[in-house]
């Protein structure tokens, strides 16, 4: 399988998860009438379902209740997923490609629900501590997890690496 190919599936299969976990958070579950569902405990560790509507990018950031805010944060997601796709058909190692297909899955199935609802659906809650890290959902993980590995695949790759072959 080509490094295209591989990103590009990556991508759909998170923006497939990620969208089936909304729509179970949403339907099935009816998280927002419930507004939260504890689902582990462990010692001081935690993770619960609880219900945000996320009307900033990743994490929160950026919030804004204008009437355009939604659609400008979408279009602005597009635009970068355009240049990660640009990025990705020049990806040179499987890491790279598998990372690039995770931030654009992920920013993809955050536009589909910034069109959608006017907000993100945010819903996986861990806390530790008595602290709760922002609610998040399989969107943001992929666009986070993703963004890790390039950061790392920039510091580690050896400089003489060639590109493997597509």
């Known amino acids: 399988m080509s490094l295209r190919a591989a990103g590009l599936l990556f991508a759909l299969v998170l923006l497939v998860l990620d969208q089936l976990s909304k729509w179970w958070v949403l339907e099935v579950l009816d998280l927002p009438g419930r507004r939260s569902v504890p689902l582990l405990e462990a010692g001081?560790?935690?993770?619960?379902?609880?219900?945000?509507?996320?009307?900033?990018?990743?994490?929160?950031?950026?919030?804004?209740?204008?009437?355009?805010?939604?659609?400008?944060?979408?279009?602005?997601?597009?635009?970068?997923?355009?240049?990660?796709?640009?990025?990705?058909?020049?990806a040179e190692n499987r890491w790279a490609a598998l990372a690039l297909g995770a931030v654009i899955g992920g920013a993809v199935g955050n536009v589909i629900d910034r069109f959608r609802f006017g907000a993100v659906v945010d819903f996986v809650d861990a806390h530790?501590?008595?602290?709760?890290?922002?609610?998040?959902?399989i969107a943001d993980a992929g666009i986070v997890?993703?963004?890790?590995?390039?950061?790392?695949?920039?510091?580690i790759r050896p400089e003489g690496r060639r590109k493997e072959a597509p």
């Open 44 to 90: 001081p560790f935690g993770l619960d379902l609880t219900m945000v509507w996320n009307r900033g990018v990743t994490f929160g950031m950026f919030s804004g209740e204008g009437a355009w805010n939604h659609v400008i944060l979408a279009l602005l997601a597009m635009a970068v997923s355009v240049f990660l796709l640009r990025w990705l058909w020049k």
């Open 128 to 137: 530790a501590w008595g602290w709760h890290w922002y609610v998040f959902n």
């Open 145 to 155: 997890c993703g963004v890790a590995v390039l950061v790392a695949d920039a510091l």
